[in-house]
Structures are given as structure tokens and as C-alpha cells.
């Protein structure tokens, strides 16, 4: 081999191990998030239930649902998959939710209807893991529409008094609901979401041609056993709910769905030009690192009940190049604060993480 070759790959096997070994420990957190690239569409498709429209033809499925750990635990028992368009003033979702026993009991806006076997949708249109909208829906077309203004890792809240302005949904099933004597095909469900109805106060999130938002969607399915004609959970030898299954469309490597950083992510494409497949932008791979710095200091902190001020105690140092681009990671901390900011030294853009996992541009 020649010399030279073999000093550059001795002198890279290093740096590579390196940048791999920043990540050990938290593997599960930095796995890719999935990507849609949702269509336009003029005249939006008939809320009804019903998802063999014409106008849906003009969107894709998604990969069907993995387990919420993703490789961590084996592939769902049954198929999960959604669709996309988005129009002036509302972003539409079908999905399809196979199931040989549709079964709900929930009736009340807002009773909690993950209880059931629901589909879920997470939305934070701002990317900043804070002020982040969940929609839940069972098969009686029950809505649990909530606000949340950050995660409950973060002494979150959640308002359920918030309701989604003019959401509009329809289930339909393929098959009969309750009915545990036949075998049914499962059920779709039908939304369109407002963006005003998912916008903090007058600051409407309209989307345009080359938006990109956070989105994810799980799917809780209880295993059950018929008795005296009905569904009933199975149960363990302490008498309580086997745990649920959750199944989601961007595995979040963590049984938590309120982790929004590991949300997929929506691309929105109007013009011809906009269709090339959809590329993490740089952005997304400098907060990999201020994320790494979020769950690093989280965990000393649980280790010694103070945040830390010094990189090197996380094996990281001041400068690091992602993607080709050099770029400025700087950290300042308290016993009961930190904030983290990484600055592109390309593009002199500047993003921040706190201790509330809040990530802003900095001005």
C-alpha cells in the first residue's frame, strides 16, 4: 500500500472513532428521523372517512409503523401507515389502521383516548420542542385535542382545555365496531388540521413552498381477549393493563412520544422545483450536537445535582466540523442552568439549547 495512503487512513480512523464515540451511550437518540415530502393540492380531498378519493392519489404512504424503541423491539403485529396534502389553509392526513378487532369505548371530547386503541398526531411547527400540539382519535371518531408548552421531562403542562379550532375528522370502519363475533379489516380516519387552528395567537403557521415542520404518529394498540362478547384488556398477575403497544411512523428510540427532537420531518412542496428528495438541512445536523450536549448534561446532572460548564467532561471540545462546515460549540452553566450554542462559522448562524431542551436561532 502506498505510504502516503496509509498515514491519511491511520490519521482518520482516529478523528472517525472520535466523532462515533460522542454519540456511545445515546445511540437510540441520534438515529435518523423519517422525512415526508407532502404535496400541494388546490381543492383538498372530502373529510368523509373514505380515503380512496381521487385527490389522495397525489400522495405516497409512508413506511409502515415501527415500534416506538425502532431496532430496539420487534416489528408490529399489524400495518399502520399514513398519507399527506396540504392546501391554503389546512394540512390533510389519511390513515389506515389494520386491525381485525376494532373495538372503542371513549364517547367524551377530551377523556383520555389513548385508553382506547387510538391514532395519534404530534405537531411542532416552530421546530423548538416547545408549544407543540397533540391530536388523539379512537375508532368512534373521539377527539383528545391538547397544547402542550413543553415536554413533561421538562415540568411541562398540558392544557387540555385547549381545543383545535375547527379540526375536522371521520373515521370509517372496515368492518363492525364492538362486534367481537366477526373478524374486521381495520379502520381509516380522515383530518384536516387548520393552521390556524395549531398557530399561537394571531402568528399563523402557513406554510409555504419549502417549509419544513416536526411530525410524528403513533398508534396505541392494547392486547385484549374476549369475554361475554366483548373486548377486555389483558391483564398481569398483579391484576393491571398489560402495557400497550406503541407503534409510530419515526421511531423515537425512547418509550416517550414528548420527545419532539426525535419527531420526523414534513416538507412542504409546491413547485416543480422544490421536489427533489428532501435533505437534512445543516441546521438539523449542528443540533444533533447541542442535543447530545441536552442529554449529557441532563444525566450529570442526575449524577452530581449541578450542571456542568466544561466540554472536555463530555469528551467534547470547543471546535468540530459537520459536514465540511467548522463550526464553534461554547457552554455555560450554573448549578440549576446551562445554555449551549454552536455557531456555523460558514454561515454565521447560531443556534442555542437551555435546560428546558428550548432551541432557538440566536439573532
Known amino acids: 500500500m502506498n505510504s502516503r495512503l496509509s498515514l491519511l487512513i491511520l490519521l482518520l480512523i482516529p478523528v472517525s472513532l472520535k466523532a462515533q464515540s460522542l454519540f456511545k451511550g445515546f445511540d437510540n437518540l441520534f438515529t435518523t428521523p423519517k422525512s415526508y415530502s407532502v404535496n400541494y393540492v388546490k381543492v383538498p380531498p372530502i373529510i368523509d372517512g373514505d380515503i380512496n378519493d381521487g385527490v389522495w392519489q397525489q400522495a405516497s404512504w409512508t413506511d409502515n409503523f415501527r415500534d416506538i424503541e425502532g431496532d430496539l ?23 389506515k389502521i389494520m386491525d381485525p378487532h376494532v373495538w372503542a369505548n371513549i364517547k367524551q371530547h377530551d377523556e383520555i383516548v389513548f385508553f382506547d386503541n387510538d391514532f395519534e398526531v404530534f405537531i411542532d411547527p416552530n421546530n423548538t420542542t416547545h408549544q407543540y400540539f397533540e391530536l388523539e382519535f379512537n375508532a368512534l371518531n373521539t377527539v383528545f385535542d391538547l397544547f402542550l408548552n413543553k415536554p413533561y421531562r421538562n415540568e ?58 416536526r411530525i410524528n404518529f403513533s398508534r396505541v394498540e392494547w392486547d385484549t381477549q374476549v369475554a361475554g362478547g366483548k373486548y377486555i384488556k389483558l391483564k398481569d398477575t398483579r391484576g393491571r393493563n398489560l402495557p400497550e403497544h406503541n407503534w409510530v411512523w419515526s421511531p423515537q428510540g425512547v418509550i416517550n412520544m414528548h420527545y419532539p427532537e426525535r419527531w420526523g420531518y414534513l416538507h412542504f412542496i409546491k413547485s416543480a422545483d422544490n421536489k427533489a428528495q ?40 470547543n471546535e468540530i466540523t459537520i459536514n465540511g462546515h467548522p463550526a464553534l460549540i461554547k457552554l455555560e452553566a450554573t448549578m440549576h442552568q446551562f445554555m449551549a450554542i454552536i455557531t456555523d462559522n460558514t454561515n454565521h448562524v447560531t443556534l442555542s439549547i437551555n435546560q428546558d431542551g428550548l432551541v432557538n436561532t440566536v439573532k
Open 73 to 95: 423491539k420487534r416489528e408490529p403485529k399489524l400495518q399502520t401507515n399514513v398519507k399527506m396534502l396540504w392546501g391554503d389553509t389546512c394540512l390533510y392526513i389519511a390513515a
Open 156 to 213: 411541562g403542562s398540558a392544557m387540555f382545555g385547549w381545543n383545535a379550532q375547527g379540526l375536522r375528522s371521520a373515521v370509517k370502519v372496515h368492518g363492525t365496531l364492538n362486534n367481537a363475533a366477526d373478524a374486521d379489516k381495520g379502520w381509516t380516519i380522515e383530518l384536516a388540521i387548520p393552521y390556524r387552528a395549531i398557530s399561537i395567537g394571531n402568528n399563523i403557521q402557513t406554510p409555504t413552498d419549502g417549509t419544513t415542520w
Open 278 to 317: 428532501f435533505t437534512i438541512p445543516l441546521t438539523e445536523e449542528q443540533r444533533k450536537y447541542l442535543w447530545l450536549i441536552y442529554y449529557q448534561e441532563k444525566k450529570w446532572f442526575d449524577e452530581h445535582h449541578t450542571y456542568n460548564a466544561d466540554l472536555k467532561l463530555f469528551n467534547m471540545a
